[in-house]
């Protein structure tokens, strides 16, 4: 089974791994990463649960497994082998990507390699990138899945909760201090992208080899409360203003686990054993 995309989606690998492995005994399963692939294996089952960094599902500037970083963002829309030569073989593929490609601004597309003076490129309306490159997706998908012994999952966008102000709260907050999710049925934060929605679910359905949407955008809109917020690793020293201003180093993308990500696996699960 390979997880492939960006950090919620390492995030989503973290709670399968951790839901699996109490049952294993110690020296039956082990874990381990090598640069942009984290491999979890549980011995007894043949079993591995594997993630691979891959933001923008396509090739990017922003690959590489501890420097990505980047501020101007670059992808190689039709390209996807540099990444999906390690997906080969998978019975069961999850894929995401939404939030890298939420720069604001319109997406450079690259149309040669990452080499040389970069001169082949196009500026491309986000949606239009992201189309290009789930696409792109779709058509490995097509010619490497096997609908008959193979499944293909993908994991809608995860909302953000930066502005307290959507929800009714303090008009400067973020998710920082939020203890109860949002009781508003019908709220919709506004990072999430309804047009990117719109592209996904095109795409998706247009696909040869049935693509499974697992759908958690709405019912983690709600959960302002379940952010890593301040409680997370800090890789980079904390300066005395940011200790003084907690809000500003508050992570309101990220969740905590255990929590919610495990609720999207549990859905995973159902769609899997219970098509
Ligand atoms: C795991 O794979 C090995 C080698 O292919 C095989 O001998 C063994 O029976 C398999 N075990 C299980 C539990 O499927
Ligand atoms: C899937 O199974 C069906 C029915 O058994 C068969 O006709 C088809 O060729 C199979 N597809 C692939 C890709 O193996
Ligand atoms: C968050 O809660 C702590 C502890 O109750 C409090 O000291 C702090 O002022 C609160 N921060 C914000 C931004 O509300
Ligand atoms: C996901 O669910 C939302 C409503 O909760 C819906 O608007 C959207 O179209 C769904 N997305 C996909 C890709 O099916």
């Not at 594997?50 to 501890?66: C, M, R």
């Not at 983690?220 to 917020?229: L, P, V």
């Not at 919610?260 to 899997?272: G, I, M, P, R, V």
């Amino acid at each position: 089974m390979v997880f492939t995309g960006d950090s919620l989606n390492r995030g989503q690998f973290i709670s399968l791994v951790c839901l699996l492995q109490g049952v294993i005994p110690k020296d039956r399963k082990s874990i381990k990463t090598i640069e942009s692939l984290t491999v979890f294996s549980a011995m007894d089952y043949n079993a591995t649960i594997e993630f691979y960094w891959a933001p923008f599902l396509v090739e990017s500037n922003s690959d590489n497994a501890i420097v990505h970083r980047v501020t101007d963002r670059i992808v190689r829309g039709r390209s996807i082998h540099k990444h999906a030569r390690h997906w080969k073989g998978a019975d069961i593929m999850v894929f995401n990507t939404y939030l890298w490609w939420m720069t604001g601004v319109p997406m450079k597309v690259l149309t040669g390699p990452f080499s040389g003076d970069m001169k082949n490129f196009e500026m491309m309306e986000t949606e239009d990138a992201y189309r290009v490159a789930l696409t792109r997706m779709v058509r490995w998908v097509e010619k490497n899945m096997d609908p008959n012994t193979t499944r293909v999952f993908f994991t809608s966008m995860s909302p953000t909760h930066e502005k307290s102000k959507e929800w009714g709260g303090d008009p400067t907050g973020n998710c920082l201090n939020e203890t109860t999710p949002i009781e508003d049925p019908t709220y919709w934060g506004g990072g999430s992208r309804k047009n990117i929605m719109r592209v996904l679910k095109r795409t998706l359905e247009r696909s040869k080899v049935p693509i499974t949407v697992v759908n958690i955008t709405q019912l983690s809109e709600y959960r302002k409360d379940a952010h890593t917020a301040i409680y997370k690793k800090q890789w980079n020293k904390l300066t005395p203003e940011q200790l003084a201003n907690p809000k500003s180093y508050a992570d309101c993308v990220h969740w905590c686990l255990p929590g919610l990500q495990d609720t999207w696996n549990e859905l995973l699960y159902a769609k899997l054993f219970y098509p």
